[in-house]
């Protein structure tokens, strides 16, 4: 936890001493009353917040915010619906490497009934989104969504992005050389689109589909990848380009 996030409705209310970022900061940080702490007010800035007072059973603390931080590059994630553990790492990891949207789709091969999980209705998503902002030091986190289909997904993306879709057995052109060129090019800065299969890859009628609607087909290399991986991958190389 490099950077503590705090919601709006927490900026004003005291921090329960049960609260797991209390125990960060007495036990971690060990920080005192007095003491300050680096900060995030979730989608909004970051700064340093001061233990004000430690009673026995909250934290009181005071916050100053630096100025707003720098848009985050924006990049869209299509992936299959993946295992809810699958899930997880994604969602926290792909938070970390600045992913701003990530639609979890069902696709020709996917589970649609991993839509129904505990990780989705309990609303437990967003604490792996948060772990992948802290650990970033950024407070951004990105737009989730997992009831779209592939159809539904590709009818939300905006026409001047960069389309490529990770795929094993068509794809002829690796990530890391492939053109970076939008869809239907604009006078805008391109948000960029990767596409993902689930655990047992895209259809042939998620291709045609991808295809149809300016995807280009690229690969990572001839290694068969766990989806965790193949999302983070993509996403570096992507970011390092």
């Not at 409705?9 to 609260?19: I, K, Q, T, V």
């Not at 915010?65 to 809810?84: E, F, K, M, V």
Request: contains cysteine.
């Amino acid at each position: 936890m490099n950077l503590v996030l705090f919601e709006a409705d927490e900026l004003n209310a005291p921090l329960p001493r049960s609260d797991p970022r209390a125990r960060h900061i007495l036990d971690v940080l060990r920080r005192g009353e007095g003491d300050v702490f680096d900060a995030g007010f979730v989608n909004g800035p970051r700064g340093k917040a001061t233990v004000a007072a430690i009673n026995p059973d909250s934290l009181a603390l005071t916050f100053a915010w630096d100025a707003p931080q720098p848009p985050l590059p924006p990049t869209t994630l299509l992936i299959g619906l993946p295992r809810p553990q699958t899930a997880r790492d994604i969602l926290r990891d792909a938070t970390t490497l600045g992913a701003t949207c990530i639609h979890f789709i069902a696709t020709e091969r996917a589970d649609r009934n991993y839509a129904t999980s505990s990780l989705w209705t309990s609303g437990e998503w967003r604490r792996h989104c948060l772990a992948g902002a802290a650990q970033a030091f950024d407070t951004r986190v990105p737009e989730v969504t997992w009831t779209h289909t592939l159809a539904s997904a590709l009818g939300t993306l905006p026409d001047s992005s960069t389309r490529l879709a990770l795929d094993n057995y068509e794809a002829s052109t690796p990530l890391q050389v492939c053109k970076l060129t939008s869809y239907k090019p604009s006078e805008t800065n391109a948000d960029q689109i990767l596409a993902f299969g689930p655990e047992r890859g895209f259809g042939s009628l998620d291709r045609d589909n991808l295809r149809a609607t300016g995807f280009a087909l690229v690969h990572l290399g001839p290694r068969v990848l766990r989806v965790e991986t193949a999302v983070i991958a993509a996403l570096a190389i992507l970011r390092a380009r």
